[in-house]
């Protein structure tokens, strides 16, 4: 307890506001706390951090791929510890709300996510795609497992089998 | 007055790298713009998934030319939280010592270009000379310019031996003389003054609100380093200050270089110094985890943070990186709205932009309209037959 008095201070505090939301809970060691939030209350969630508990800075979004689920991690800091807030949705309907309107500049991870991973982000003003370019096909998800560089580029199928 | 749309880049004179803004303008004046990044997109963390951990640092290595180091070293710091490897006190000063080095390499190189997109040439030819000092000092200790090749998993795989260490003092003089200069130039030089002062304002609480990080935050002000707020390797034992900046604008940012200029060469001599006694590495299994790690490092650019997720094989399930250059483009857009059009160059160059880092992602070679790529076999081959033509046979080798 004594050794991660800040980091059990951070969990109180996320559990009295969010406690039957948030689950898997894990102080892994200092300055760094993990969990899992259920997507219809991440926006309020990371206002909730920004606003109260100095976390005003969202370093970068992680999307992943689990197989049932397909996940965004959220890697918050208030520049001395990162708590990483997972949120997960179902791979045959993966939908995700936009944090754009806690986080501007967030925008960018957001698209990344869209294009790689195809979660469907509720909210993100139309734009252009990021990082794929227009002409890549709209239904594959190169960083989802099932994805293979074979799928869009059957040149270098050729070029592994002859191995 | 009617208003114009001028795409820029993402082949443009005044872009060293590509990437595209929309700029809409009216008169001379930017209203409004946009920017489309994606042009260097590489695949690398799809690329990652499929090479083992020894094979990725030479990757990760790749997705930067200019701060390699700093990728590397984040991405293994990851690798090694989840092995559990306890890496010796001289290896870690060895790394922050090719750090440091390396923020002095770009910030030097930084200064030129700012100096050239301002019209000072002439501070371009000066501190591009004077970087020399410094490329020397990694190929030095590294053998190599660009990408050092350094770290390896538990630890670094060259040590630094005494005349090595009096060599670079002895290049760390010049360079703290010739800092001097640019600092009473940085500071004084009227061209300087006219082309940065209220150029490109990012205020406090829009550099915290978009995100910025590195000098482009500090320069607004925002008191945030990784190097002081988390500690890592061994910067909580180094003596040094987080240098910042409240102009707010292009001329705060060349402040915030030039003095952490000073700042690194005091760590430097301070790591030299320091270099305590013992091995440089420890054997770490091949295959690591399951577990997940995330970890930030300060680039020269600002903060870059890593993910990796590792499944008990010798492969990593997820890496994630996120360059600095990605966190401070969301300021951008709102450094150029409202300035003029012959500023832009300079505004986009203040935040050091780098692409590649970016971007990351496939390598593909368009010849003749068909895609081909280019495996390590061929290009081995190629270039055994490059040689062969010029008389050197390394086919044996």
Known sequence: MSDFEKEEKFKERLEAGFGKDISEMTIQRKDRVWFEIKPERLCELLKFMKDEMGFNHLA????????????????????????????????????????????????????????????????????????????FPTDQYPLRKDWKTADAYPETAVKQEAK | MSKITIPFGPQHPALKEPVNFSLVMEGERVTESAINLGYNHRGVEKAAEERTYLQDIYLVERVCGICSHSHTTCYITCVEEIAK??????????????????????HLLWLGIAGYEMG?????????????????????????????????????????????????????????????????LGTEEATVLARTQNVGVLPHGK??????????????????????????LIYDK???????????????????????????????????????????????????????AVNRYEAPR?????????????????????APTMANYASVSYMLNGGYLADAP???????????????AMVCDKKDGKVR??????????????????????SKL
């Not at chain 1, 501007?104 to 195809?118: C, I, N, T, V």
């Open chain 2, 238 to 292: 180094l003596d040094f200050n987080l240098v910042t900046a409240n102009t707010n604008d292009v001329f705060g940012r060349l402040v915030v270089r030039v003095l952490e200029l000073v700042e690194s060469y005091k760590m430097i001599r301070q790591i030299l110094n320091y270099l305590p006694e013992g091995p440089i590495a420890v054997k770490v299994p091949a295959k690591i985890g399951p577990g997940e």
């Open chain 2, 207 to 232: 550099a915290i609100e978009l995100g910025a990080v590195g000098p482009t935050a500090r320069a607004s002000d925002v008191k945030r380093d990784v190097r002081k707020d988390a500690p890592y």
């Open chain 2, 373 to 394: 790529v280019y495996g390590w076999d061929d290009l081995r081959r190629m270039s055994i037959e490059h040689y062969k033509r010029k008389g050197v046979d390394f």
């Open chain 2, 346 to 360: 300079m505004v986009i160059a203040a935040i050091d932009p780098c692409m590649s880092c970016t971007d990351r």
């Open chain 1, 60 to 135: 970068t979004v992680t999307g992943i791929d689990e197989g049932e689920k397909l996940g965004a991690f959220y890697h918050m800091t208030d520049t001395h510890s990162i708590i990483t807030v997972r949120a997960k949705t179902p791979r045959t309907a993966p939908t995700l709300p936009t944090v754009t309107g806690v986080f501007p500049g967030a925008e960018r991870y957001e698209r990344e996510l869209a294009d790689m991973f195809g979660i469907k982000i509720e909210g993100l003003k139309p734009g252009r795609r990021y990082p794929l370019p227009e002409d």
């Open chain 2, 85 to 106: 490897a306890e890496v010796p006190e001289r290896a870690k000063a060895i790394r922050a010592l090719v750090g440091e080095l390396e923020r002095v390499h770009s």
């Open chain 2, 120 to 184: 000072f040439e002439t501070l371009f030819m000066y501190s591009w000379r004077d970087r020399e000092q410094v490329m020397d000092c990694l190929e030095l200790v590294s053998g190599n310019r660009v990408h050092y090749g350094i770290n390896a998993i538990g630890g670094v795989r060259r040590d630094i031996s005494p005349a090595q260490k009096d060599e670079i003092l002895k290049r760390l003089a010049i360079l703290e003389e010739r800092t001097k200069y640019y600092v009473k």
């Open chain 2, 302 to 322: 600002g903060e870059d943070i890593h993910y990796v997720k590792g499944n008990g094989t010798d492969k990593p399930d997820r890496v994630k990186v996120r």
